[in-house]
Nanobody, 124 residues
């Protein structure tokens, strides 16, 4: 059973930076993509970025390109999301997800495991 735990959320001013972390426990493979999604109240879960840790392949949602960077951790089952130039519209809950396949997907329904989420609040 894979468990994902996010950390690093908080309250910051617009223009500031935050780094989210995701740690996976249990049996995983580096070829399985890990991703970040975010979800505002009463809205669908939105893809942010994904990485396949085995080869470093990444995919980003257009609105975060150039501001957010997804990366692998030195520990095998860790992943980060470096968020720079944060905007008030980035305010929401952020979730870590794992896909038990090799193809990077951007649809939340494709992902098999989810963390509990970490709140990011960007004040204007």
């Amino acid at each position: 059973q894979v468990q994902l735990v996010e950390s690093g959320g908080g309250v910051v001013q617009a223009g500031a930076s935050l780094r989210l972390s995701c740690a996976a426990s249990g049996t995983t493979f580096t070829a399985w993509p890990m991703a970040w999604f975010r979800q505002a109240p009463e809205k669908a879960r939105e893809f942010v970025a994904a990485i396949r840790r085995s080869d470093g392949s990444t995919v980003y949602e257009d609105s975060v390109k150039g501001r957010f960077t997804i990366s692998r951790g030195n520990a095998e089952n860790t992943m980060y999301l470096q968020m720079n130039i944060l905007k008030p519209e980035d305010t929401t809950e952020y979730y870590c997800a794992l896909l038990k396949d090799m193809q990077i997907e951007t649809q939340a329904a494709q992902y098999d495991c989810w963390g509990q989420g970490t709140q990011v609040t960007v004040a204007s």
